[in-house]
């Protein structure tokens, strides 16, 4: 299992495109992943799940993975997630 911090950091963010991609990001892995605020964890690749955890930009959040290709899923998460442009 990996799993890593990050502050999200999306350029023009308004949540619900991100949000979308997201799921779509986390859904081309096979591993479980997981983002983790304060006492949730939420399924990375439920819209709905994802939709409730109200993400903002500077925010503080941690994202777990566990399988195969967890380090390329945290990889590509945190890329799209902190990307200023």
Do not use: W
Request: proline share 1%; glycine share 4%; with cysteine.
């Amino acid at each position: 299992m990996l799993q890593k911090n990050f502050v999200i950091n999306i350029h023009e963010f308004d949540e619900a495109r991100p949000v979308a991609e997201i799921v779509q990001t986390a859904s081309r892995y096979t591993s479980d992943i997981y983002f983790v605020s304060g006492s949730r964890k939420i399924n990375a690749k439920s819209i709905m799940g994802m939709m409730s955890l109200g993400l903002c930009n500077n925010e503080e959040i941690s994202v777990e993975a566990d399988g195969v290709d967890e380090d390329d899923a945290v990889e590509a998460i945190i890329k799209y997630m902190t990307t200023e442009s």
